[in-house]
């Protein structure tokens, strides 16, 4: 799995990184969420890893291949996110009070 991070890296920002340990697994079932409208039938599981970037000095987040969706990549200091809107809004917490005592997480958001 820690192979399909780094690829990911590589393709949505661009920048190689060292792949930590697994820290979250969050999954998201869209009938049970405020976007039950549009979401009813998605369902997701998403892996959260601790991953540090192997050039921190890297300006450029631009991959080869990113998401159709993806709009840009920004870093955010671990001490800002409570100044962002972060889905789900739990991992920032989690992150903040540097809380990795629980994996999995269920449905989340």
């Not at 890296?9 to 990184?17: D, N, P």
């Not at 930590?20 to 009813?40: S, V």
């Amino acid at each position: 799995m820690k192979d399909s991070v780094l690829r990911e890296c590589l393709e949505e920002i661009g920048q190689a990184v060292t792949v930590g340990e697994l820290m979250h697994i969050r999954e998201y079932i869209g009938k049970n969420h405020e976007f039950a409208e549009w979401d009813a039938d998605y369902h997701q599981v998403e892996f959260y890893f601790a991953c540090s970037l192997i050039d921190p000095a890297a300006t450029s987040y631009e991959g080869s291949n990113p998401d159709n969706h993806q709009v840009g990549v920004e870093w955010i200091p671990l001490e800002d996110l409570s100044k962002v809107r972060l889905y789900p809004k739990r991992i920032g917490e989690m992150l903040l009070a540097q809380d990795s005592s629980k994996i999995y997480l269920g449905d989340l958001n």
